[in-house]
């Protein structure tokens, strides 16, 4: 394992060296981060056979790729078909799932160790959503470590709890779902006191959570500086609530600002996350209504048909590059539609109807290893 340190803690470093979030990093950290994208990506291709293989296929090696762009992607269905792993599969420290339906199965992340993720996933949450507060009093609507141990988001949220919630904090959504009473008694309890807190929340369970405050009339009002943090998400359910209405509903039910709900965007696939929150926004100037990443995340948009590279700000299918992502593949083909400005990200959504046919082709070219 000698190589995979080396590079986890030149990455591990990378991280500390980095502001959590900038518009403009310069020039020494994007090549240094350009440096790091084809290290791992040496590693991956040599270690990740069924990856080599999509690699060669389109005759792309350590030796040929010269930019972070060109490393080969791996659509984010394939978790579902192909172990995506750099070690035997015994040796896996941890496994993630994917949400799965009725007709699919559950796509499998695995991780030798949590060590990139548990730092990158706490250094962005930290920055996007406590100003400068060190702990809040907080209460996960969503999956937790300790219910849903094969959530990625669920490891996250426990995470944060940990490190930056204060004593009293609770976890009050179990397979059952929301635990309404006790989340509202919680809440009550805290806005008597008038201490700000946070709500870490998936978007069907705060729909949820909202909904069962409308039907009672309830109304709890939140004290200043509160906020709630959005994370997506539906372990399988669909959300039919637009998100604009659940912004508004939200606030009211909470006499919160909208600008308090903050949203993040990130996939069991992916080790790092994308961030859009009026603390960002108020401290980068950057415009309200865009997605920020880290510096150890970078994204494309691609052409849906042909999976060529668009200039940027121009619509597309979005490509991530993950440099947390050391065990598995870094670089991400998704479905997901977005407009894509440096370190921003403007999201537009899902493609709508099948499976673009870039992504089809792609995903078939890696099925072929499993011939």
Known sequence: MPQRAVLKEKILNFIDASPAFSLSP?????????HLALEVFAYQFENNEAYQRLCRLRNATPETVQRWQDIPAVTTTS?????????PLENAG????????????????YFYDLDLYKKGSLKSFAAACLDDRQRLPMLIIGPSAEFFPHSSLGRMFSWCMREYGEDGSAILFTPRGVDVEFACDWLEEYAGAGKALIILATSLALADLVTALEETGARIPLPAGSRILDTGGSKGRHLTIPRAELLQRTASVFALPETMIFNEYGMTEMSSQYYQTSILSGQLGADPAVHLSSPWLRSLACDPDTLEL?????????????LLNLDSVAMLQTEDLGQVQGHSLILHGRLPGAEPRGCSLLSESLLSYRQ
């Open 79 to 87: 978790f579902k078909s192909v172990p995506l792993f750099c070690h």
């Open 94 to 109: 941890f496994v993630f799932y994917t949400s799965g339906t009725t007709r699919t199965q559950p796509g499998e992340h």
């Open 310 to 322: 668009l200039p940027e700000g121009s619509k597309g299918i979005l490509r991530h590059f993950d």
């Open 26 to 34: 310069g020039t020494e950290h994007e090549q240094e981060f350009h």
